[in-house]
């Protein structure tokens, strides 16, 4: 299952994400107001569904043994009548015959992103209670107790001279 996290602080826009152990950032162009520290949201839409598109032709490919060289994938995003249209063009760094671009342009249209985005997705919203920023007091109360919780006193850590 993916999860990711998402904080938008005080400046105007500008998103911290977490997805795994990866930091990314979002953002909006200053022409919306924004300071274009990252991607903007439908970008990151794109990127995604563009990272999957080419995973999965690449690991068809291997299964199949044929060599594909770089794939490349250029996506874009646009709206008619609040429709979205999303036109993805793929090419491939070797010479593939016709049967092979056939198959692999039938591949791309069942990605498990294609997929989630064609099919659409139930999305649920939950308001949790605010969340406050931790003060440094907090922070060293925290920590004070996970230590604790971990060394506790009756078992201190022994640390031998030289260690550490």
């Known amino acids: 299952m993916a999860a990711v996290k998402a904080v938008l602080g005080t400046a105007n826009y500008a998103v911290a994400i977490e997805a795994g152990p990866h930091a990314l950032a979002a953002d909006e162009p200053a ?23 080419v995973i999965t032709l690449r690991m068809y490919a291997e299964r199949k043994g044929w060599q594909l060289g770089a794939i490349h994938a250029e996506l874009t995003h646009s709206k008619i009548d609040k ?33 989630t985005l064609k099919d659409g997705a139930d999305i ?20 004070d107790e996970a230590l604790e919780e971990s060394f506790p006193a009756s078992d201190p850590p022994s640390v031998s001279p030289g260690e550490g």
């Open 31 to 53: 022409s919306r107001g924004g300071s274009a520290t990252g991607p903007g949201p439908y970008d990151l839409v794109l990127a995604g569904l563009a990272a999957c598109t």
């Open 83 to 115: 429709r979205s249209k999303i036109d993805r063009t793929l090419s491939f760094e070797a010479s593939l015959a016709p049967e092979q671009i056939t198959r692999l342009a039938e591949i791309a249209e069942k990605t498990p992103v294609t997929l």
């Open 124 to 143: 649920t919203t939950h308001i949790a209670p605010a969340h406050h920023a931790e003060t440094p007091a907090e922070l060293d109360e925290r920590l």
